[in-house]
């Protein structure tokens, strides 16, 4: 089958009238609040008002799982985004907690049916992490993305 005449419809990234749940880890902060800030900056240029985006923060990456499902719980969010900076250290506890974060708030997205962003950066060192502080753009424009496709889809569902 030869896909190459179609086109994949472009992003709906108007934010206008979403609610944006924001879970950011303190541990690293240096990376995490500039990624929060960045994030922040862009949904509300994407039309996200500035009482719909509701902001927590956990002690470290690894409790970023438990405080979504709380966040989502609410169901007053459209998306969830989790911020967390994970580094390289002498031990192996670096990849026990971004195995942890990764699977948690992939659970806790697929049990409670609100998207959630995963900015989580997993990095090798400072210098790795700093670079990846832009992906927080993608992280809150997939946020609105998302939002608007289970606004979608929970529409194509209600009609049948």
Same mark, same amino acid.
């Given at each position: 089958?030869?896909?190459?005449?179609?086109?994949?419809? %472009?992003?709906?990234?108007?934010?206008?009238?979403?609610?944006?749940?924001?879970?950011?880890?303190?541990?690293?902060?240096?990376?995490?609040?500039?990624?929060?800030?960045?994030?922040?900056?862009? %949904?509300?240029?994407?039309?996200?008002? *500035? *009482?719909?985006?509701?902001?927590?923060?956990?002690?470290?990456?690894?409790?970023?799982?438990?405080?979504?499902?709380?966040?989502?719980?609410?169901?007053?969010?459209?998306? %969830?985004?989790?911020?967390?900076?994970?580094?390289?250290?002498? /031990?192996?506890?670096?990849?026990?907690?971004?195995?942890?974060?990764?699977?948690?708030?992939?659970?806790?997205? %697929?049990? /409670?049916?609100?998207?959630?962003?995963?900015?989580?950066?997993?990095?090798?060192?400072?210098?790795?992490?700093?670079?990846?502080?832009?992906?927080?753009?993608?992280?809150?424009?997939?946020?609105? *993305?998302?939002?608007? /496709?289970?606004?979608?889809?929970?529409?194509?569902?209600?009609? *049948?």
């Amino acid at each position: 089958m030869n896909l190459s005449h179609l086109q994949l419809p %472009l992003p709906d990234l108007d934010g206008t009238g979403l609610t944006i749940g924001i879970v950011v880890a303190r541990y690293n902060w240096h990376i995490t609040g500039s990624m929060l800030k960045l994030a922040h900056e862009v %949904l509300l240029s994407l039309g996200v008002a *500035e *009482e719909n985006i509701s902001i927590i923060s956990t002690p470290g990456s690894y409790e970023l799982a438990t405080a979504a499902r709380a966040f989502a719980a609410h169901g007053r969010c459209h998306a %969830l985004i989790c911020f967390g900076c994970i580094m390289k250290g002498a /031990t192996r506890h670096d990849i026990l907690v971004a195995d942890a974060a990764a699977q948690g708030i992939q659970r806790v997205a %697929l049990d /409670t049916g609100v998207p959630i962003i995963f900015g989580v950066v997993c990095a090798e060192n400072q210098q790795q992490a700093e670079e990846r502080i832009g992906r927080a753009r993608e992280c809150a424009e997939a946020a609105i *993305e998302m939002a608007h /496709t289970m606004l979608m889809l929970k529409n194509m569902m209600g009609k *049948e």
